[in-house]
C-alpha cells in the first residue's frame, strides 16, 4: 500500500485495506451500497457516495469512520499522524470523568505538547504556554485552544493534500462512476 502503514493500529490498517478493497469493487456493483465482512465479523457497510461526501468538508470526513481511518492512513504515509492522534485524543478526553482529568491530561500533554513529547505537535509558543497552564487545574476544556489550532493545520494543510492523494481521487471517480 503507502509508507508507514505498518505502524498503524492493525484495525485500522485492516480497515483501510478492507475499505480499498470494497471500494474497488463499486465499480461491478450495481447497488448503491455494499456489506463486508470483517475479521471481528462486524458490519461494515459502505455507501457508494460516501467519498464524495468527504469532499464537502472536513467536519464530515472526520465524522465518518471510514473517511477517518482513510484519512488517518493518509497522515501516517505523510508522516504526519500525531496531528489526527492528538485531535482524537482532545476529543476522548472531554468524555474523561471528572476524577481522572489531571491524569489523562498529563497523559495527552507528555505526549503530543511537551518540549520532549514522542509525537510532538506543531503548535506555537504562545499555545503551548496557555496549554501548559491550564494544565495546573484541568477541565475538560484545557486542550481547546491546542485542539483548535490543530484542527485548523489539518483542515488548511492535510485535509486539501489527502484530496489530492491518488487513494481520495480514485475513490471519488470510482463512486461517481459506479
Known sequence: ????????PFTCLERAKELKALF??????????????????????????????????????????????????????????????FYLACEDYRATKSSKLAAKAKKIYDQFIGSDAPQEVNLDHATKAITKENMKHPSQSCFNLAQAKIYTLMEKDCYPRFLKSCTYLELSRKAKTG
Request: with cysteine; aromatic share 8%; proline share 1%.
Open 1 to 8: 500500500m503507502c509508507r508507514g502503514l505498518e505502524s498503524l
Open 24 to 85: 474497488g469493487s463499486l465499480i461491478q456493483k450495481s447497488d448503491h451500497s455494499i456489506t463486508g465482512q470483517s475479521k471481528k465479523d462486524d458490519k461494515l457497510r459502505l455507501n457508494v457516495n460516501e467519498p464524495l461526501k468527504w469532499k464537502e468538508s472536513f467536519e464530515k470526513l472526520l465524522s465518518s469512520q471510514n473517511g477517518l481511518c482513510l484519512f488517518r492512513a493518509f497522515l501516517v504515509s505523510e508522516f504526519s499522524e500525531e496531528n489526527i492522534a
